[in-house]
């Protein structure tokens, strides 16, 4: 089967770095996206790995190792509005993407 | 542009009534997705069309139908609901089936 693994929830200080950890196990692999979903709102697109490696996107910078299953989203210089549950997604064979739970971030002063 | 909307915001529905939830994208997008959230899941796919005229199935597709008559449009049907249906439904649209996916701000549906 299908699997996407995330921390249910964490917590992190204002001003402070988080990491943010996603495995997966999925029939072919084309792709791995991060979404931020605030409560009772859509997701929104944070970022895309495809090939190994780090991508940086100001604050945020995501991370994959293909041959590991293994990405992480790192979160610099923690605001009270990254307060949210971020969701990993891994886009299979078929091109649909499969789903993590999302793990909730809980930013304290 | 408005990107993707969604039609209602929330709806209590009785078990055995029928519903179509709306959905209409501007931003020309040949692909397009209906999922579902579920406290403690991940987002599940329901259907999906990769371009006008052609549907698909996802992951849990059973108890609901789409249609694809337009780029803009991507109605979602449940012809009988069940108190299994209550959650929360997202559309999304992407350029093409292999490009990110946008979505939209949800309708949050009680089945009683």
């Known amino acids: 089967g299908q699997n996407i693994d995330q921390p249910t929830e964490m917590t992190a200080t204002e001003g402070a770095i988080v990491q943010i950890n996603c495995t997966y196990q999925t029939s072919g692999f084309n792709g791995l996206f991060w979404y931020q979903q605030h409560a009772g709102e859509a997701p929104t697109f944070l970022s895309y790995n495809v090939l190994d490696g780090l991508e940086e996107k100001g604050r945020f910078s995501s991370f994959l190792s293909r041959s590991k299953g293994y990405s992480y989203l790192l979160l610099k210089e923690l605001q009270m509005k990254d307060s949210a549950s971020y969701l990993c997604?891994?886009?299979?064979?078929?091109?649909?993407?499969?789903w993590g739970a999302g793990t909730k971030l809980i930013i304290k002063p | 542009t408005a990107g993707i909307t969604q039609a209602p915001t929330s709806q209590i529905l009785a078990a055995g009534r029928s519903m179509t939830l709306r959905c209409t994208q501007d931003m020309r997008h040949n692909a397009m997705y209906w999922y579902r959230q579920d406290l403690g899941l991940g987002l599940r796919l329901i259907h999906y069309?990769?371009?006008?005229?052609?549907?698909g199935k996802g992951e849990v597709p059973d108890g609901y139908s789409v249609s694809r008559a337009n780029t803009d449009d991507f109605p979602l049907t449940l012809a009988s609901a069940v108190p299994s249906q209550t959650s929360v439904y997202f559309c999304?649209?992407?350029?093409?089936?292999?490009?990110?996916?946008?979505f939209g701000p949800g309708t949050r549906l009680t089945v009683l």
């Open positions: 999304a649209s992407s350029e093409g089936p292999q490009a990110t996916q946008y």
């Open positions: 997604a891994v886009r299979d064979s078929n091109y649909q993407l499969i």
């Open positions: 069309s990769n371009t006008a005229g052609t549907t």
